[in-house]
Antibody
Framework: EVQLVQSGAEVKKPGESLRISCKGS????????ISWVRQMPGKGLEWMGR????????NYSPSFQGHVTISADKSVTTAYLQWRSLKASDTAMFYC???????????????WGQGTLVTVSS | QSALTQPPSASGSPRQSVTISCTGT?????????VSWYQQHPGKAPKLMIF???KRPSGVPDRFSGSKSGNTASLTVSGLQAEDEADYYC??????????FGGGTKLTVL
């Protein structure tokens, strides 16, 4: 069974760093790109960027480029989303989502993680 | 890169049909046949309902259908059922390896 299991909720202060994770199982991790999607409280979905776990090639939405870092460690079949310095406006639910094979660049996500809620507050 | 435009809300009675629109530009919706639709129930992760404008993943009821004309894509839900009440999001390839979502539509089954 394909699963994407994300790390638990986080409460951080502005200026702190954070890395959240998304562990894939039940499939060949390096065969499918992973995207990250933000959902701010009561708002819609926003695509942040994607990574090819086979070689860690990434591309980012212009809206998120430079603000977050997407990475992956294929040895532990896990993708990551990282911030160096959090802001209150980073408070949101973050989802990882898998692209089906052959659909790496399209807006097609066949499996989603359960979401990680990040709260940034002083 | 702006979000695609969806109506904030839509509604219909059980067994009726409802259509949700998703308007973009020639740089996204109009330029590629790479439009997807997602259903999201409160507190849950989104679920893929339609991909490549009109294709249904296995397991998605054929009550859900998609289409596109010019810069506007549409999701039609026929034979509305109570469990269809959810938020619906469109998404499109936007060129330069980028993706964009719509703002979302809250579907209410009256």
């Amino acid at each position: 069974e394909v699963q994407l299991v994300q790390s638990g909720a986080e409460v951080k202060k502005p200026g702190e760093s954070l890395r959240i994770s998304c562990k894939g199982s039940g499939y060949t991790f390096t065969s499918n790109w992973i995207s990250w999607v933000r959902q701010m409280p009561g708002k819609g979905l926003e695509w942040m960027g994607r990574i090819d776990p086979s070689d860690s090639y990434t591309n980012y939405s212009p809206s998120f480029q430079g603000h977050v870092t997407i990475s992956a460690d294929k040895s532990v079949t896990t993708a990551y989303l990282q911030w160096r310095s959090l802001k209150a406006s980073d408070t949101a639910m973050f989802y990882c989502a898998r692209h089906p094979q052959g659909y790496s660049y399209g807006p097609i996500f066949d499996y989603w993680g359960q979401g990680t809620l990040v709260t940034v507050s002083s | 890169q702006s979000a695609l435009t969806q109506p904030p809300s839509a509604s219909g009675s059980p067994r009726q049909s409802v259509t949700i629109s998703c308007t973009g530009t020639s740089s996204d919706v109009g330029g590629y046949n790479y439009v997807s639709w997602y259903q999201q129930h409160p507190g849950k992760a989104p679920k893929l309902m339609i991909f490549e404008v009109s294709k249904r993943p296995s397991g998605v009821p054929d009550r859900f259908s998609g289409s596109k004309s010019g810069n506007t894509a549409s999701l039609t839900v026929s034979g509305l059922q109570a469990e269809d009440e959810a938020d619906y999001y469109c998404s499109s390839y936007a060129g330069s390896s980028s993706l964009v979502f719509g703002g979302g539509t809250k579907l209410t089954v009256l």
